[in-house]
């Protein structure tokens, strides 16, 4: 049984970056209190091992009385960095994925500009809740697909299909559903501005995992389940076969899955930190009835 690990599985920039910023704060602030607001990124077992030292996560900002606050990865709304910035008893350490704030600048410039900013992602996920803050509630709006476009926008003839729309995606966005909506609106009458603000790491993991799927028997995609992109690495590889898996741990595995297998493809979400997944292909190589081989 062969094993083929996918090279870009695992931390991101934006994500490598979050933590390490986060284990430098306990550092430099011994003794005050440290906080994320809501986890720093969407992976429980990293969050733990912050928990155990002494970085807590707090979901309301106003309960956090002093001390220091890390914006987490995804970004938080405008207007909650705002009130942040006026309490002078709290230290702010801003990790915030620069992809993620790239795309909240281009947002509060087209929305200044009078453009209808549409943002192609989950409309609850905390990113895209930070991204329609950057634009304002009647200028902006998120879509999971092309079918959640308003139809004044997507009928021809109609006459508001002359307001101007800016395009973009949530960083961790699959680049067909982002290509989808921008065909979606070709037929409107005003001008629309692309921007692809999908992380340059996305499509790489994405178009990796798509192929090591394609060469596999069983897929297994490692990742916290609430983790946007891990999910979309999954359904992804799913589509190509469906003898795919996403587990958060090792202990998640089930031999069932992978017995007879030839070759077993593993791939990791973006908040999947390495050593999880050296657990996960130390289980396979273990478990399986020949030797494994990562690659």
């Not at 155990?52 to 707090?58: D, E, F, L, V, Y």
């Not at 549409?118 to 895209?128: A, K, L, R, S």
């Not at 879509?143 to 003839?157: K, M, N």
Request: net charge neutral.
């Amino acid at each position: 049984m062969e094993i083929e690990l996918a090279a870009s599985a695992g931390f991101c920039f934006g994500v490598k970056r979050a933590v390490n910023l986060a284990v430098r704060a306990a550092a430099e602030h011994p003794g005050k209190p440290i906080f994320t607001l809501g986890p720093i990124i969407h992976n429980p077992q990293v969050v733990a091992d912050l928990e155990r030292r002494g970085i807590h996560r707090a979901d309301d900002p106003v309960k956090i009385l002093a001390g220091v606050v890390i914006i987490r990865s995804h970004g938080i709304t405008r207007q909650t960095l705002e009130a942040l910035e006026t309490r002078p008893e709290i230290t702010i350490i801003d990790a915030t994925c620069p992809f993620v704030r790239r795309a909240q600048e281009i947002v509060g410039q087209m929305a200044a500009e009078g453009y209808r900013v549409i943002i192609v992602g989950e409309d609850n996920h905390p990113e895209v809740v930070g991204l329609l803050s950057y634009g304002g509630p009647n200028r902006t709006l998120a879509v999971s697909s092309a079918d959640d476009l308003p139809a004044e926008l997507t009928e021809r003839g109609n006459r508001r299909g002359g307001d101007n729309v800016a395009l973009l995606a949530q960083t961790t966005q699959s680049f067909d559903t982002f290509r989808a909506v921008a065909n979606r609106l070709l037929p409107h009458k005003g001008e629309t501005r692309c921007f692809n603000t999908i992380c340059d790491a996305t499509s790489q993991r994405q178009n990796e995992s798509l192929a090591i799927a394609g060469r596999s028997d069983c897929m297994i995609v490692i990742g916290g389940y609430a983790s946007a992109n891990t999910t979309r690495l999954e359904e992804l590889c799913r589509g190509v076969l469906p003898n795919t898996h996403h587990i958060e741990t090792a202990a998640d595995l089930d031999p069932s899955w992978y017995a007879g297998a030839r070759r077993i493809g593993v791939t990791a979400g973006a908040s999947t930190p390495g050593w999880l997944i050296e657990a996960v292909m130390v289980t396979l190589q273990t478990g399986g009835n020949s030797k494994g081989k990562s690659g």
